[in-house]
T-cell receptor, first 114, second 117 residues
Framework: AQKVTQAQTEISVVEKEDVTLDCVYE???????LFWYKQPPSGELVFLIR??????QNEISGRYSWNFQKSTSSFNFTITASQVVDSAVYFC???????????FGAGTTVTVRA | GAVVSQHPSWVICKSGTSVKIECRSL??????MFWYRQFPKQSLMLMAT?????????EQGVEKDKFLINHASLTLSTLTVTSAHPEDSSFYIC?????????????FGSGTRLTVV
């Protein structure tokens, strides 16, 4: 069975601080895919990144960066120099190559204060 | 990019009535779509997997007779909440998997906020 754990329920920071969101996953599959989504107050899910299990390269996209460590089954997400617009709920998710169902973590609510 | 249109965005209905929610992939074909439910301050819970031309697969604990899913074409899936009750009030969100890239194409609709009074 797949499982995604986001241990941080809420994080509150002041603008320009860095924020790191933790994600730990469990799966028995050797081929799987990891995702991060942002859910602003409007409710829609905004896709941020996908990683497959064979690609352990870290990635940077603007102020966002991701650290994939297969050895610790973690896929952490960092927002550098946070802004008020980054305030949202962030979900980590996992799917395998069998049924492609997405399993979501509980989500981390990020609040960035001006 | 891939776009999924979901409507209505919000709906208020009386207890005992039925509500239909549509999920449409606008620029790609989706043999498979997924329906999720999200209660306030909680995560997304998968309700069912919708497959074009065949019956939906429901997750454990989801009543198939209450949440009717129809995937009539490669671009449209509908979720009907039958005989709605206040406890069905929730945020329902669909996602469509792009047939061109099944490993990647999870595009989500903007969600439907259902309130049953």
């Amino acid at each position: 069975a797949q499982k995604v754990t986001q241990a941080q329920t809420e994080i509150s920071v002041v603008e320009k601080e860095d924020v790191t969101l933790d994600c730990v996953y469990e799966t028995r599959d050797t081929t799987y895919y990891l995702f991060w989504y942002k859910q602003p107050p409007s409710g829609e899910l905004v896709f941020l990144i996908r990683r497959n299990s064979f690609d352990e390269q870290n990635e940077i996209s603007g102020r966002y960066s991701w650290n994939f460590q297969k050895s610790t089954s973690s896929f952490n997400f960092t927002i550098t120099a946070s802004q008020v617009v980054d305030s949202a709920v962030y979900f980590c998710a996992l799917s395998d190559s069998n049924d492609y169902k997405l399993s979501f973590g509980a989500g981390t609510t990020v609040t960035v204060r001006a | 990019g891939a776009v999924v249109s979901q409507h209505p965005s919000w709906v208020i209905c009386k207890s005992g009535t039925s509500v239909k929610i549509e999920c449409r992939s606008l620029d790609f074909q989706a043999t498979t779509m997924f329906w999720y439910r999200q209660f306030p301050k909680q995560s997304l819970m998968l309700m069912a997997t919708s497959n074009e031309g065949s019956k939906a697969t429901y997750e454990q604990g989801v009543e198939k007779d209450k949440f009717l899913i129809n995937h009539a074409s490669l671009t449209l899936s509908t979720l009907t909440v039958t005989s709605a009750h206040p406890e069905d009030s929730s945020f329902y969100i669909c996602s469509a998997r792009d047939d061109r890239d099944p490993n990647y194409g999870y595009t989500f609709g903007s969600g439907t906020r259902l309130t049953v009074v």
